[in-house]
């Protein structure tokens, strides 16, 4: 879109274009604001799912909108923020790819101290060796400095300081993990079976190649079944599960078991697309992936992205099974709200955590326990021309058959499997095999 005097650039966020986003940038680029503020209260008067008086959002200012004046999923970007967010969200990062938090002492029967939660797909961490559910105990420089990491702001402080390129070794729980900082492009898509995994790279140009090596990490898996786990909707994740649902089925792998834990959603374009890679041979295939009410009473139904080349589509009879817990949300719960309403899969097939008391009291999240986060709403990002931005609630949005999941979820209540799970991650995968011996015994039966 070309550079207006105000444009409205609308990046989705477990959200999309509006229908009249063409009718829109016309409208705003006639249009004149004296401020930043000025042109926010407008667009929250105009586009938020609520209604909100502009003495409110004048009182508050514009960095005290989210969690006050708009719900938490809304808020105000700087140009700088907007900018890192943009990055992020194509799959630009920086550093080593890894979440982390501190874990204190009796939280948790696995240990204590810095515990790395998930490791990004194609970062430095990954292709380290490193994975989720390990304690990082120390780290080491090149010149053999030995760090004790004790906080998360031990952790942090140590990976910020070190420059791009200069390698440093992690020791953790599992082993020794040698690494550097550096630009990457992430990958949000893995697959693997009982001797083999398949992870996506990139190369310096930005290639996409699929990697293979053999793999005992999922010796469980039963013959004929693929894992698959997708970290989040955003970059080219729609691309790189075309490329692992082609290994798929040249394998002629015969059940699927896609594992949406802990994936907060994304573009509702990336959902689109994977709608149609899982839902294209299902016995009630919609070409609708899911429709929006906006606040004026409209709906817009968003088609499914039928630009996936058929030898990356999951074969008609092919079982599926789904894993989430309290941290699926939004675009990831909206998938599975699509793929529950083509038959792809029934209640029954999908299994969610069921978090020990521990885990529970350590993360708050008791009231979320045994279901998915339950976020039946979309946001749209809407920028000036100062590069600041609003992210903004726009609509409440409906599976294909009209649920709407918001401050409910998928979970036990609605007919989905409890999984035993003591903590959101943990290696080996203990959770994910206990939810293949419950799926593929039930199946057997």
Same mark, same amino acid.
């Not at 515990?115 to 194609?122: F, Q």
């Not at 693997?192 to 005992?216: F, K, M, N, P």
């Not at 326990?369 to 990002?381: D, E, H, L």
């Given at each position: 879109?070309?550079?207006?005097?105000?444009?409205?650039?609308?990046?989705?966020?477990?959200?999309?274009?509006?229908?009249?986003?063409?009718?829109?940038?016309?409208?705003?680029?006639?249009?004149?604001?004296?401020?930043?503020?000025?042109?926010?209260?407008?667009?929250?008067?105009?586009?938020?799912?609520?209604?909100?008086?502009?003495?409110?959002?004048?009182?508050?200012?514009?960095?005290?909108?989210?969690?006050?004046?708009?719900?938490?999923? /809304? $808020?105000? #970007?700087?140009?700088?923020?907007?900018?890192?967010?943009? +990055?992020?969200? &194509? =799959?630009? %990062?920086? *550093?080593?790819?890894?979440?982390?938090?501190?874990?204190?002492?009796?939280?948790?029967?696995?240990? /204590? $101290?810095? #515990?790395?939660?998930?490791?990004?797909?194609?970062?430095? +961490?990954?292709? &380290? =060796?490193? %994975?989720? *559910?390990?304690?990082?105990?120390?780290?080491?420089?090149?010149?053999?400095?030995?760090?004790?990491?004790?906080?998360?702001?031990?952790?942090?402080?140590?990976?910020?300081?070190? +420059?791009?390129?200069?390698?440093?070794?992690?020791?953790?729980?599992?082993?020794?993990?040698?690494?550097?900082?550096?630009?990457?492009?992430?990958?949000?898509?893995?697959?693997?079976?009982?001797?083999?995994?398949?992870?996506?790279?990139?190369?310096?140009?930005?290639?996409?190649?699929?990697?293979?090596?053999?793999?005992?990490?999922?010796?469980?898996?039963?013959?004929?079944?693929?894992?698959?786990?997708?970290?989040?909707?955003?970059?080219?994740?729609?691309?790189?599960?075309?490329?692992?649902?082609?290994?798929?089925?040249?394998?002629?792998?015969?059940?699927?078991?896609?594992?949406?834990?802990?994936?907060?959603?994304?573009?509702?374009?990336?959902?689109?697309?994977?709608?149609?890679?899982?839902?294209?041979?299902?016995?009630?295939?919609?070409?609708?992936?899911?429709?929006?009410?906006?606040?004026?009473?409209?709906?817009?139904?968003?088609?499914?992205?039928?630009?996936?080349?058929?030898?990356?589509?999951?074969?008609?009879?092919?079982?599926?099974?789904?894993?989430?817990?309290?941290?699926?949300?939004?675009?990831?719960?909206?998938?599975?709200?699509?793929?529950?309403?083509?038959?792809?899969?029934?209640?029954?097939?999908?299994?969610?955590?069921?978090?020990?008391?521990?885990?529970?009291?350590?993360?708050?999240?008791?009231?979320?326990?045994?279901?998915?986060?339950?976020?039946?709403?979309?946001?749209?990002?809407?920028?000036?021309?100062?590069?600041?931005?609003?992210?903004?609630?726009?609509?409440?949005?409906?599976?294909?058959?009209?649920?709407?999941?918001?401050?409910?979820?998928?979970?036990?209540?609605?007919?989905?499997?409890?999984?035993?799970?003591?903590?959101?991650?943990?290696?080996?995968?203990?959770?994910?095999?206990?939810?293949?011996?419950?799926?593929?015994?039930?199946?057997?039966?």
């Amino acid at each position: 879109m070309k550079n207006l005097s105000l444009r409205a650039r609308l990046k989705m966020s477990a959200a999309a274009l509006f229908a009249f986003a063409a009718a829109l940038c016309v409208f705003l680029s006639s249009c004149g604001y004296a401020s930043t503020l000025d042109w926010a209260v407008d667009f929250i008067q105009r586009y938020y799912y609520l209604d909100v008086s502009e003495e409110a959002v004048r009182e508050a200012g514009l960095e005290n909108l989210s969690g006050n004046v708009l719900d938490i999923y /809304s $808020g105000y #970007y700087t140009a700088e923020e907007s900018e890192a967010v943009d +990055a992020s969200n &194509a =799959g630009r %990062r920086s *550093g080593i790819g890894v979440s982390y938090q501190f874990v204190p002492e009796g939280a948790f029967s696995g240990g /204590s $101290g810095v #515990y790395i939660v998930s490791v990004l797909g194609n970062s430095p +961490a990954w292709h &380290a =060796g490193l %994975r989720g *559910g390990t304690f990082v105990e120390e780290a080491v420089t090149s010149d053999g400095t030995v760090f004790k990491i004790e906080s998360n702001e031990d952790f942090s402080s140590f990976i910020e300081d070190r +420059a791009d390129g200069e390698n440093f070794t992690l020791v953790t729980d599992r082993g020794s993990y040698e690494m550097s900082r550096a630009q990457y492009t992430m990958s949000y898509c893995y697959m693997a079976t009982a001797q083999t995994e398949w992870s996506i790279d990139y190369s310096s140009s930005g290639g996409l190649t699929v990697a293979e090596r053999a793999s005992s990490d999922y010796s469980f898996l039963p013959e004929g079944a693929a894992y698959i786990s997708l970290s989040q909707f955003y970059g080219n994740a729609v691309e790189e599960t075309e490329e692992l649902m082609k290994v798929f089925n040249q394998n002629g792998f015969t059940s699927l078991i896609l594992d949406l834990r802990n994936n907060g959603g994304g573009y509702v374009d990336v959902m689109r697309g994977l709608t149609y890679i899982f839902t294209a041979n299902s016995p009630g295939y919609s070409s609708v992936a899911m429709y929006a009410e906006y606040k004026d009473g409209s709906r817009y139904n968003f088609a499914v992205d039928t630009g996936s080349p058929k030898e990356s589509l999951l074969p008609e009879g092919v079982e599926m099974t789904l894993l989430a817990n309290n941290g699926t949300a939004s675009a990831s719960e909206a998938l599975i709200g699509a793929l529950l309403s083509a038959g792809t899969v029934s209640f029954s097939d999908v299994f969610v955590s069921d978090f020990s008391q521990s885990y529970l009291n350590f993360s708050g999240t008791a009231q979320k326990n045994a279901r998915t986060y339950g976020k039946g709403i979309m946001q749209s990002t809407f920028t000036y021309k100062t590069g600041e931005s609003l992210k903004l609630t726009v609509a409440r949005i409906f599976w294909p058959d009209g649920t709407c999941i918001h401050d409910v979820g998928i979970g036990v209540a609605q007919g989905a499997t409890a999984v035993g799970a003591e903590w959101s991650k943990t290696y080996p995968d203990a959770e994910l095999e206990r939810a293949v011996q419950l799926a593929y015994a039930s199946a057997a039966a």
